[in-house]
């Protein structure tokens, strides 16, 4: 009877665990479950091992131990992953990704499959360009700092839809929105106007439209400027006669720099444009229109040649505009540059900016009127304020420029057009994309570039006209410093 109860005795022995027991039989339960995220995972099953080197469930001994009966519970959840797979293996092939080796398996359940069925977006930057490309233009005031004033909220829209065009037009506008902006500032306690004003103020409104467009080099001229004059007020001064002070100011510099300027230099270029003579002119520039007018007014008989290209189509509106003040106006696209210069005896242009090595930087297509006009021998003259002189120094068109969305320079959709029938050719329906361009981004190896400007060399420049007076490119560093450095 002794030997009959001593297997009763056993259970009871197998409760009553020592702490290196408990300790083997948590590690081996840990081992169980990494083999089973293993096996669910598609990897290889494997053999858990106690600490020792020995199987689960045997005892230093060789005699089948407490944790004996463990693995049997353990393998539950492996059986459950095992079946979990099977169904995930039935839905991505059946009974092919069932039978496939465990390496292939484990690489299509990763995620494998759904890398290689997921296109790679292509990227519709030019690379070249790459580092103009720094944020898209903003089209709406949408998530604009609550900083920015009402009037260069509604500037920068203006300025984003073209509204507002122009080098010249956009510093005036911007000019006048800074003073609604700081007439209705409040120095807050304990700080200073001069120093609160400019960084903590004024810095939200530039960033603003910057957002919206590249500022000009006018632009950045005038706020350079102002900054300048914000800083050097008496910190004693009240804050509405600072306020009024700089508005003054302000008021001041466009009156000086940008219309008695124009006025000056229209008076000067009306000058080079004799009777009989045929001014070709491209785009859209406002002192070159100041300029013809004022010929015009002082009984000259010429003729002007418009030069215009897409998408703004600048040329238009000058065009528009000096036939209704009575002048004889021929209207070219862009491909008839030849043709106007056979007949030119005079180019005038306008400027974007005009760099420290005497090149001139302005509408993209510049470079090509102006080296026409070099072959043709026509005298090409620049009509540019002071206040769009730069110290840059540029050769290309490549480092300083602005890109403008690409969309811009596909043709709208023509309502009257009819619809192209599809085919099931698959060159035939690329033939139709081609045409419409309107989902330029879904065809492959297609990129769109919109430059705003080009690089004119100084060589083909025959008198830059400021209210300096007229003076050669080369001269234009030192203008730039009388004007500029020592406002």
Request: charged share 25%; proline share 7%.
């Amino acid at each position: 009877m002794s030997e009959q109860q001593k297997p009763a005795e056993a259970p009871q022995g197998e409760q009553k665990l020592s702490p290196a027991e408990l300790k083997k039989r948590a590690k081996a339960e840990k081992q169980a479950r990494r083999a089973a995220q293993k096996d669910q995972q598609g990897g290889p099953p494997q053999e858990s091992a106690a600490p020792n080197g020995e199987p689960k469930g045997t005892k230093q001994g060789g005699a089948p131990g407490p944790a004996q009966q463990k693995p049997k519970v353990e393998k539950q959840p492996q059986k459950g992953a095992q079946k979990q797979s099977e169904q995930d293996s039935k839905k991505q092939g059946g009974a092919q990704q069932t039978n496939m080796p465990v390496r292939n398996r484990r690489t299509s359940q990763s995620g494998g499959a759904p890398r290689e069925q997921v296109k790679k977006q292509e990227n519709k930057n030019v690379e070249l360009f790459s580092h103009l490309y720094t944020q898209p233009r903003r089209q709406t005031i949408e998530g604009a700092p609550k900083d920015v004033h009402p009037s260069v909220l509604a500037l920068g829209l203006q300025i984003s839809s073209y509204e507002i065009c122009g080098s010249t037009a956009r510093c005036v506008a911007m000019l006048n929105a800074f003073k609604d902006a700081i007439l209705e500032y409040n120095t807050p306690a304990g700080a200073s106007l001069a120093r609160h004003l400019t960084s903590h103020y004024l810095s939200p409104q530039i960033d603003y439209l910057k957002s919206c467009r590249p500022i000009s080099e006018s632009m950045g001229n005038a706020i350079r400027w102002l900054k300048k004059l914000i800083v050097e007020i008496d910190p004693s001064l009240p804050d509405h006669e600072a306020k009024n002070y700089v508005c003054d100011h302000i008021d001041r510099f466009i009156q000086e720099r940008i219309t008695v300027a124009d006025q000056a230099i229209a008076t000067s270029a009306s000058s080079q444009i004799k009777n009989g003579s045929v001014v070709v002119t491209y785009a859209k520039s406002s002192i070159v229109e100041k300029t013809i007018l004022q010929s015009h007014a002082n009984g000259t008989q010429f003729r002007v040649i418009v030069l215009d290209s897409r998408p703004l189509f600048e040329g238009k509106n000058l065009a528009t505009r000096l036939m209704h003040a009575g002048l004889q106006v021929e209207y070219f696209p862009f491909s008839g540059i030849a043709r106007a210069m056979s007949d030119a005896t005079l180019v005038l242009l306008g400027a974007h900016s005009m760099l420290s090595n005497g090149r001139l930087q302005s509408r993209i297509g510049t470079a090509s009127i102006a080296m026409a006009a070099h072959r043709a021998d026509v005298p090409l003259i620049v009509c540019c304020e002071s206040v769009k002189f730069s110290g840059k120094v540029v050769l290309d068109s490549i480092v300083i420029n602005e890109v403008a969305p690409s969309e811009e320079l596909l043709l709208p959709p023509s309502k009257t057009a009819p619809t192209p029938i599809k085919t099931d050719k698959d060159d035939e329906d690329e033939e139709v994309k081609l045409k419409s361009l309107q989902d330029w981004k879904e065809i492959p190896n297609l990129q769109i570039l919109n430059l705003m400007y080009d690089t004119t060399p100084a060589e083909y420049i025959r008198m830059v006209i400021c209210e300096y007076g007229s003076v050669p490119p080369s001269s234009v560093p030192v203008v730039h410093r009388l004007a500029n450095e020592g406002m």
